[in-house]
């Protein structure tokens, strides 16, 4: 039902220093899941998400990123929506990104995790998901919501954006290929991790 690839692309610096770069792929049915280390304003797929605040008013982290690269385009869609509540999703164009959309989720503010943390935080990438789908969108990039200045503790946060993404792409759906691009090397291979249990509990 799924295979599992590990593919390792190694970059090279001067004075011999080198640095690991992963991807971790795992097929779903006729869809794929791929892990990726990166910068998610570069990634040159049709849609990539943003981890929003809740009144869309941009901010620092990965939002702040997005608009930097993408210019005042982003903030002009934005504009066009009276928010974005927590675990919703809204779509705006990509302006000069290299990705024609952007799609604004709000994860939410971890707070002790039993105050509805998991079930928003799955809404968030469920939503996402379904906005993609909704405008024929078939390869989307998500960065890890929720896991930056919100605090939520990105083992717990790893599994359920994984489950969430593993139970969209099992049912049938014309989105081809989800991305989650984690910023650094730590938070990839937590990913990593949590990739290897939720595809093992999820087909076996
Ligand atoms: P939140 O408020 O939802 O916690 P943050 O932007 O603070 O959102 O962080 C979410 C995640 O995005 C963090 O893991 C952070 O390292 C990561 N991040 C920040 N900038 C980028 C980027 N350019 N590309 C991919 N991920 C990023």
Redesign the pocket.
Same mark, same amino acid.
């Given at each position: 039902m799924f295979n599992n690839n590990l593919n390792c692309v190694i970059y090279l610096f001067s004075k011999g220093n080198y640095y690991l770069k992963g991807t971790m792929e795992l097929k779903i049915k006729n869809s794929i899941l791929r892990l990726e280390q990166?910068?998610?304003?570069k990634q040159t797929v049709e849609a990539i998400v943003n981890?929003a605040?809740s009144r869309l008013a941009g901010?620092?982290?990965? @939002?702040g990123?997005i608009h930097r690269a993408g210019g005042p385009k982003i903030m002009e869609g934005c504009k066009k929506y009276n928010g974005c509540p927590t675990g919703t999703a809204v779509i705006t164009t990509g302006g000069n990104l290299p990705a024609k959309y952007v799609i604004h989720t709000v994860?939410p503010v971890y707070q002790n995790g039993t105050s509805g943390e998991p079930e928003l935080l799955q809404s968030a990438y469920l939503n996402s998901l379904k906005i993609a789908e909704r405008n024929s969108i078939k390869i989307i990039a998500f960065?890890?919501?929720?896991?930056?200045?919100?605090?939520?503790p990105?083992k717990e946060a790893s599994v359920l954006a994984l489950e969430a993404v593993v139970s969209y792409l099992k049912k049938d759906t014309l989105i081809e290929r989800v991305e989650l691009?984690?910023?650094?090397l730590k @938070?990839y291979n937590i990913y990593c991790s949590a990739l290897k249990a939720v595809s093992k509990n999820s087909f076996q």
């Open positions: 990166g910068d998610i304003t981890a605040n901010g620092g982290g990965v @939002d990123a994860g960065p890890s919501i929720s896991t930056g200045v919100y605090g939520y990105i691009i984690l910023f650094c @938070d």
